[in-house]
Nanobody, 122 residues
Framework: QVQLVESGGGLVQGGDSLRLSCVAS????????MGWFRQAPGKEREFVAV????????YYADSVRGRFTISRDNAKSTMYLQMNSLKPEDTAVYYC???????????????WGQGTQVTVSS
């Protein structure tokens, strides 16, 4: 059974940093593209960042490029999202997701974690 478990969310002030983690089990981690998405109250789930299984390609949403960094450690079956210079508009539930091929579209992802809340105060 595939499981994705996020952690690392919390309440921070604007300008602070957080690092999210996503641990995968039940799936050959190195064979999957992994992505981060987020959903704010009343809004649709949106793409944040994605990384290919060999870590060779990374893609970011325009709203986070230059502030967020996605990475993965295949040996630990863990993906990370380093978030710097956080803004109140980054407040959302952050989800990790996995699928065989890379995509920035949430609806095509096969596996999802339960989400972790990130709240940024002004």
């Amino acid at each position: 059974q595939v499981q994705l478990v996020e952690s690392g969310g919390g309440l921070v002030q604007g300008g602070d940093s957080l690092r999210l983690s996503c641990v995968a089990s039940g799936v050959p981690f190195r064979d999957y593209a992994m992505g981060w998405f987020r959903q704010a109250p009343g809004k649709e789930r949106e793409f944040v960042a994605v990384i290919t299984w060999i870590g060779g390609r990374e893609y970011y949403a325009d709203s986070v490029r230059g502030r967020f960094t996605i990475s993965r450690d295949n040996a630990k079956s863990t993906m990370y999202l380093q978030m710097n210079s956080l803004k109140p508009e980054d407040t959302a539930v952050y989800y990790c997701a996995a699928r065989r091929t890379i995509s920035t579209t949430a609806s095509v992802y096969e596996y999802w974690g339960q989400g972790t809340q990130v709240t940024v105060s002004s």
